[in-house]
């Protein structure tokens, strides 16, 4: 059986015809319960955060934990765009997967991970043996619809950029009291 996210999930009985044993299956699980399960959210700025956005996606988070009976998480959230490479919450999980200490990362879709470079992010959790859960895929967009936000979220992200750049000249020069 596949989840809404894509992921194959398998009945104990599957399991068991294919050779996998009840002992193994009590190692697996207290590995997975001493391990923890991150519940990573984002938002991209202060305005989406404020409307109550994130919270809406760490409602929806738990409510899959709670289905799922998975009791040891904790939640890592950023404001911040899916470009930004240094958001203090992606830094805290590449930590805390890097100390062996989680099992999977829960998202509610993979754009809140990354915008960019989901796969390289999965290529890394696998080598800690981390697995992503991505819980909705997006919203019956077409291939072109999707290069076309991708497209936005660069402009967006190298003008604020640009922007920025000039804003700290503009104050930098005021500052020293050149004219322009």
């Given amino acids: 059986m596949r989840t809404p996210g894509g992921h194959r999930r398998y009945s104990m009985d599957d399991l068991i015809q294919a050779g996998y044993k009840y002992e193994d299956r009590k190692e697996s699980n207290h590995i997975l319960h001493n391990k923890l399960t991150i519940l990573y959210s984002r938002v991209s700025s202060y ?3 404020k409307k109550g956005d994130l919270e809406r996606q760490q409602q ?4 899959y934990c709670e289905k799922e009976q998975i009791t040891n998480y904790t939640h890592i959230t950023d404001t911040a765009s899916g470009l ?3 958001r ?3 830094r ?4 805390l997967i890097k ?5 999977r990362v829960i998202i509610t879709f993979k754009d809140r991970l990354t915008r960019f470079g989901f796969e390289y992010i999965l290529q890394y959790c696998a080598i800690f043996n981390v ?5 909705k895929k997006s919203l019956g967009k077409t291939v072109q619809q999707e290069l076309v936000d991708d497209m936005m979220s660069l402009i967006a992200c190298f003008s604020g950029k640009l922007y920025g750049l ?7 020069k005021k500052k020293s009291g050149v004219k322009s």
């Fill in 47 to 49: 305005k989406q955060k």
């Fill in 60 to 63: 929806y988070l738990e409510q």
């Fill in 84 to 86: 930004n490479t240094k």
């Fill in 88 to 90: 203090s919450g992606l």
């Fill in 92 to 95: 805290k999980l590449f930590k």
């Fill in 99 to 103: 100390s062996g200490k989680v099992a």
């Fill in 131 to 135: 697995s992503i859960v991505t819980l």
């Fill in 166 to 172: 000039r804003s700290r000249q503009s104050r930098a």
